[in-house]
């Protein structure tokens, strides 16, 4: 079973910057696209941004330019880099992984909530 754990969630002000961490339990390069989506209350669970094995990243439109993923094969670790944060940012934060053959697995989540 794959654990994945997410770290470096908390309180901002708008304007700020977080750096959320996800931690897997085996080597990421055994899945073909990492990701964090968020939700919010009252709403749909949404992309944020992912990474391929190759490195090929997707932004949200609404994330683009503020947001970036990365991926550490060595630490088996996959960041996400939030800056310029907006109050409409606030949500639980949670770390995705696909494997080549589609299972997919879930982070517990970690709240980002930003201030106004």
């Known amino acids: 079973q794959v654990q994945l754990v997410e770290s470096g969630g908390g309180l901002v002000q708008a304007g700020g910057s977080l750096r959320l961490s996800c931690a897997a339990s085996?080597?990421?390069?055994?899945?073909?696209?990492m990701g964090w989506y968020r939700q919010a209350p009252g709403k749909r669970r949404e992309l944020v941004a992912s990474i391929t094995r190759g490195e090929t990243t997707n932004y949200a439109d609404s994330t683009k330019g503020r947001f970036t993923i990365s991926r550490d094969n060595a630490k088996n670790t996959v960041d996400l880099q939030m800056n310029s944060l907006k109050p409409e940012d606030t949500a639980v934060y949670y770390c995705?992984?696909?494997?080549?053959?589609?299972?997919?697995?879930w982070g517990q989540g970690t709240q980002v909530t930003v201030s106004s």
């Open positions: 085996r080597s990421i390069l055994t899945f073909n696209t």
């Open positions: 995705n992984a696909v494997t080549y053959l589609r299972s997919d697995y």
